[in-house]
């Protein structure tokens, strides 16, 4: 077993015009405990000042630059320049705490059955940090509270030593719980890996394959579900990224809708066995999915929101309160509903 705690670690970063935050992004690189880093940035046909950016950091980065292709494209071309035997994600917009590589780095080495290995995050935006702390559960509905958090995605539960790493010195925590095992009959059902918070060995890459380059946006979870169908993965249960939330990122975006439920029909197509045995689940899941993206389309696109809220309804069944908020943002005109929304 390798347990090198020098060893190179690759972290790949996509960046498209990210200009105004990457420099961050890269200064919480290289705060980090661990310093053996191969940082690649795939500029993927920025045109703002991302280049610019990228010039102050020239002998500690690689940098490749490409026409626009897409998140996908940009993922394999970034992992395929990648030298270290450990890879990490991560977005030109979020910032990484100064433990995260090392302590991932650690766990994964101690743990050489582990293909990828993830873990909460907070979250920020222009105003400052967001509340809670751990974001995991507010941004991923399958980890709420209400839904037994993040353990009840893993079917196995261990205690991970904390000694010798920066947190420990830094507050006196000696030991974190760490989720683990095959999730994939869980993540077939919704994402709970968070991208940029992962951490994964080559092998990965060897028994997955690389990303799919027909997704456009989420192409990380139909990554994950192959990785998952390949081995276990694992969840460390502390904080070791702060996300960057905004109103004009890819996620909060109507495509990413869209995006979700294309890779989820996909992943059950693909899952036939899966699909006929949790039939009622799978339903639920493509009329949440269909009910989000009419959700999301409402305003812009009355025609094919409309054609999505009937799948949720018809097709999969789908009927709850948000279905007849949604139908009234479709037929209702936007002069009223701007007047609602000055009311609130």
């Known amino acids: 077993m390798n347990t090198d705690p020098q ?24 705060a980090q405990t661990h310093t053996n880093l191969d940082v690649v940035v795939v500029d993927d046909g920025s045109t703002d000042g991302t280049a610019k950016v990228l010039e102050a950091y020239a002998g500690r980065v690689r940098v490749i630059r490409q026409a626009n292709a897409g998140i996908a494209v940009a993922r394999n071309v970034s992992v395929q320049a990648a030298r270290g035997e450990y890879i ?27 293909l990828l290995c993830s873990s909460d995050f907070g979250a920020f ?11 995991c559960g507010v941004y ?17 539960e261990e205690t991970f030593d904390l000694l010798h790493q920066e947190r420990a010195r830094q507050n006196g925590q000696d030991a974190i719980a ?21 951490m994964f060995r080559r092998a990965a890459l060897q028994r997955a394959g690389m990303f799919d380059t027909d997704i456009k946006i989420v192409c990380e979870w139909e990554w994950f579900v192959r990785v998952a169908r390949a081995g276990p993965v694992a969840h460390l249960d502390i904080p070791l990224l702060d996300y960057r939330r905004s109103a004009t990122q890819i996620s909060s975006s109507p495509r990413t809708a ?39 389309l409402a305003e812009l696109q009355p025609q094919a929101a409309i054609g999505l809220l009937a799948s949720s309804v018809f ?30």
């Not at 209400?146 to 893993?154: F, I, N």
């Not at 493509?286 to 999301?296: F, N, R, T, W």
């Not at 709850?320 to 009311?343: E, M, N, V």
Request: hydrophobic share 40%; charged share 25%; proline share 5%.
């Open 7 to 30: 060893a190179l670690v690759s972290v790949v970063i996509p960046a498209y015009n990210a200009s105004g935050t990457l420099a961050q992004t890269l200064d919480s690189l290289f």
């Open 125 to 135: 935006d222009a105003t400052g940090p967001l509340a809670p702390a751990s974001y």
């Open 140 to 156: 991923y509905s399958r980890c709420s509270a209400r839904r037994g958090g993040v353990r009840a995605r893993y079917p196995h």
């Open 315 to 344: 097709a999969y069944h789908t009927f709850k309160s948000q279905t007849l908020r949604t139908l009234f943002k479709i037929i209702a005109p936007s002069g009223l509903l701007d007047i609602l929304r000055r009311a609130r």
């Open 258 to 296: 869209l995006d979700s439920l294309a890779v989820a029909r996909k992943i059950y197509a693909r899952e036939g066995e899966l699909g006929r045995r949790r039939d009622r689940r799978v339903r639920r899941h493509l009329g949440a999915l269909s009910l989000s993206a009419a959700d999301m």
């Open 88 to 114: 990490a994600l991560l977005d030109a917009d979020d910032l990484c705490r100064p433990d995260r590589i090392a302590m991932q780095l650690r766990y994964l080495q101690s743990h050489p059955d582990i």
């Open 178 to 198: 760490v989720y683990w095992g095959e999730v994939h009959d869980e993540l077939v059902q919704g994402n709970f890996i968070h991208p940029p918070t992962v």
